[in-house]
């Protein structure tokens, strides 16, 4: 790719010098040094690409990293305020089960609780299975893009191809935006489910009156709106981060 590049700048040299040669005001270099500068600084870029693209990774693993530390843990909705990584002692155990048992016998729906546990247990399991196969889509992108960085990158010598070598910093920027965009959604589906399992019902009515009566059906409910809320904002995310780094 190297060697294609300074031949892409030589056969630019020769193609210039031509048209120079068919200039009313007679035979010329065919570049000017404005040009040329342009031209020798493309064949710079192609020769230390990779030093390039390395850089650009670091710039763009370092604001990703940013939002990385932000995402709550891939854990059951319902199961977020458990402390789930402690260490508990038998007897702990066995009063959170008692307590577990006494909720049930005293709560007229909590079969919607338990019917909103296995939908959010579900919707767990995608997540498990939807990031992985997320990066390795991303992973594949951008080698793909990487492969052929210095192939545009030597097009670029060519005044028609030049805009294509800003088109592919953009989409490769976008690209790897797309993992803070994933991440930003998991976040803001996360408030907004805490939001109305926790404040719901009294702004609604502006009393916590009946409030533990028909908490399972608005947990219920709440699974179901965030299923819908978060598949469609993955959609609307990716759709969004490419068009706003690529118009």
Do not use: C, H
């Amino acid at each position: 790719m190297k060697t294609l590049a300074v031949l892409f700048f030589l056969v630019n040299i020769l193609k210039k010098y031509n048209e120079g040669i068919a200039d009313k005001d007679g035979y010329s270099w065919g570049l000017s040094p404005g040009e040329l500068a342009k031209n020798f600084a493309v064949v710079l870029l192609v020769i230390f690409s990779t030093q390039i693209l390395v850089f650009f990774d670091s710039i763009l693993v370092a604001v990703e990293g940013q939002y990385r530390g932000t995402v709550p843990a891939l854990l059951p909705l319902q199961m977020q305020d458990i402390p789930i990584e402690e260490e508990v002692n038998f007897i702990e155990a066995a009063q959170a089960a008692m307590a577990l048992l006494y909720e049930a016998l005293i709560t007229p729906l909590y079969g919607f609780k338990i019917l909103a546990f296995i939908v959010s247990l579900f919707l767990w399991i995608l997540d498990l299975f939807i990031y992985p196969l997320f990066l390795a889509e991303r992973f594949f992108l951008l080698g793909i893009m990487q492969a052929f960085f210095p192939l545009i990158i030597s097009l670029a010598v060519f005044e028609k191809f030049r805009s294509l070598a800003y088109t592919f910093f953009k989409l490769y920027a976008a690209v790897y935006m797309l993992v803070p965009a994933f991440f930003l959604v998991n976040v803001f589906v996360n408030a907004i489910y805490t939001e109305i399992n926790t404040n719901f019902w009294t702004n609604l009515f502006g009393t916590d009156f009946s409030q533990g009566f028909f908490a399972p059906v608005v947990q219920l409910g709440s699974i179901g709106f965030i299923v819908f809320l978060k598949f469609k904002l993955y959609k609307r995310a990716t759709s969004f981060t490419l068009r706003l780094f690529t118009s």
